[in-house]
């Protein structure tokens, strides 16, 4: 089950199905392997999370917060609009392929996943090459140069 609320209205007027989108994002990286539930809200929000619980006095675009390791959930995931906005504006992508992407991000981190090692790094972002490109998404690490984006997340 993927529980969504959509706590900025910026979200729904950018992207007006942004439920559904979100929801196949979600699908895809998580299978039928638990519950997910999803805030998409705004950046003063997930700045706030971001302190409270990562001690980081500054804004983020994704955060997830896995949930127990004998729970059948998965966890919760945060995306702030106004972030996830810039970058998709600054990278040249449409703002609903950089929400699937994130949102895939945030799951596979609910599944263990990080990306504090190179090695790491390149096999959770070979996974949402994937899964993005399995959604019709174009790979979000490649510039149109060919050149690798920096992609900041989580």
């Known amino acids: ?21 979100v929801r196949q994002a979600a699908r895809a990286a998580s299978g039928k392997n638990g519950r997910v539930a999803i805030l998409l809200t705004d950046d003063r929000t997930l700045a706030e999370l971001n302190t409270r619980f990562r001690g980081k006095d500054q804004e983020t675009n994704v955060l997830a917060f896995p949930g127990p390791a004998s729970a059948s959930t998965l966890g919760d995931i945060a995306v702030a609009f106004g972030v996830c906005d810039r970058e998709a504006t600054a990278q040249g992508k449409p703002l609903r392929d950089h929400l699937r992407h994130l949102v895939i991000h945030g799951v596979l981190h609910l599944m263990g996943h990080d990306h504090q090692s190179p090695k790491d790094a390149e096999a959770m972002e070979a996974i949402e090459i994937d899964l993005l490109g399995a959604l019709g998404v174009p790979n979000p690490y490649e510039g149109a140069a060919g050149t690798k984006d920096n992609v900041r997340t989580g």
């Open 1 to 21: 089950m993927i529980a969504i609320e959509v706590a900025d209205k910026n979200w729904r007027s950018r992207i007006p199905n942004v439920r559904e989108v």
